[in-house]
């Protein structure tokens, strides 16, 4: 192997090699050299792989959804990544976004009370039990914040707010919630991920031209600032802030006193993701100003504003219903920046080639 690992890790390593030969990717337990990790009763047993009807980027995409989160987060990353994937992988993996079972109500009020001093109920006027979307690092609820809740307040949290009585509820908001014991899952698996991109690096030649280790440690530094969701608010806070006053684009509000590390509260946008062009045209919308108005976002984005949605897949941005075809843009765990000299650079190449 490439290094002592300790028991905790051989557990790890272990599943990675079970579930990387049940989807028929024993080749690659080889090539890393893991076989050694594994127990003395699967080296016995042998294992047969499963689903040989599939191709090879769906075998993959199942695997990673089997191995949890973190891998899924990569797999994600990895579906943007045109310049090392071919395209049949790529759209394999962009799959795996909506691939998340979603975790207990209970758990999500233990995180609420344990972020907030208090029940869930005492924060929020209502909150759904059921959750309206699930990924592979958190979840999100529909809420309704108390009536005469202020987003701009000094409050702790909206623990006071909750005990306001009048007739009429607060604002429709959204809560992200944070997966019970991630960070920890996480971390694991990146310390795994460190030392298969190390062992690439060194003795598999054409991994070399990725940069494996870099490649991960990218993913590391990306992961990380998604387990912080005050870093998160302040992203859509520059967003909201960079697209002040136009009219194409909006983004959501956030509610700074119902967030803190583990829980996120935005206002609730009410769209249609961008791919599904039916339900754009039954609601009166135009597609072609949708377009038109998300690509004008993005140069706006790269060649204004250096700093750009790093994660606009069609969940992350929305055509506004009601709306003279609005643009939204949601979730805002994963930025890209661009200095000065790169846009430069940038338009400079453009006019060349133009």
């Not at 071919?86 to 995180?111: H, M, N, R, S």
């Not at 909206?158 to 971390?187: A, F, H, M, N, Y």
């Not at 006193?257 to 919308?285: C, H, N, P």
């Not at 140069?299 to 790093?310: D, M, N, V």
Request: charged share 25%; with cysteine; aromatic share 10%.
């Amino acid at each position: 192997m490439m290094r002592r690992i300790s028991k905790k890790q051989v557990h790890r390593y272990r599943t990675l090699t079970k579930v990387a030969i049940k989807y028929g990717f024993g080749y690659l337990v080889d090539r890393f050299n893991l076989h050694p990790v594994r127990s003395l009763k699967d080296r016995v047993a042998g294992a047969k792989s499963v689903y040989p009807e599939l191709s090879d980027p769906e075998r993959l995409r199942l695997m990673l959804e089997e191995l949890g989160p973190t891998y899924i987060k990569f797999g994600q990353i990895m579906s943007t990544r045109y310049d090392i994937l071919p395209k049949e992988y790529i759209a394999e993996l962009e799959k795996l976004q909506d691939a998340v079972p979603p975790f207990g109500y209970e758990e999500v009020c233990e995180i609420i009370a344990e972020e907030f001093g208090a029940p869930v109920e005492m924060i929020f006027a209502s909150f759904s039990r059921q959750p309206f979307a699930s990924a592979s690092l958190g979840q999100v609820h529909l809420a309704t914040l108390h009536c005469g809740s202020d987003r701009d307040s000094e409050g702790d949290g909206g623990s006071e707010s909750g005990g306001d009585c009048c007739e009429q509820v607060g604002e429709r908001v959204v809560v992200k919630v944070q997966r019970p014991g991630i960070r920890e899952i996480i971390d694991a698996d990146l310390k795994i991920l460190r030392d298969l991109a190390r062992f690439a690096d060194q003795h598999i030649e054409e991994a070399k031209a990725f940069n494996p280790v870099k490649l991960i440690s990218e993913f590391e530094r990306i992961i990380h600032a998604e387990l912080d969701y005050t870093l998160e608010a302040q992203n859509a806070d520059e967003f909201r802030e960079n697209f002040a006053g136009d009219p194409t684009i909006y983004i959501p509000e956030v509610y700074w006193d119902y967030t803190r590390w583990q829980v996120l509260t935005m206002e609730f946008i009410d769209g249609i993701k961008v791919s599904d062009i039916g339900a754009i045209v039954e609601a009166g919308l135009d597609r072609k100003v949708i377009s038109r108005n998300f690509a004008t976002s993005f140069l706006k984005q790269i060649f204004l504003h250096g700093t750009f949605h790093g994660d606009p897949h069609p969940g992350n941005v929305l055509a506004m219903r009601n709306s003279d075809n609005v643009v939204a843009f949601i979730d805002f765990g994963m930025i890209g920046h661009l200095d000065r000299v790169t846009r430069d650079d940038l338009v400079d190449f453009f006019i060349a080639v133009s």
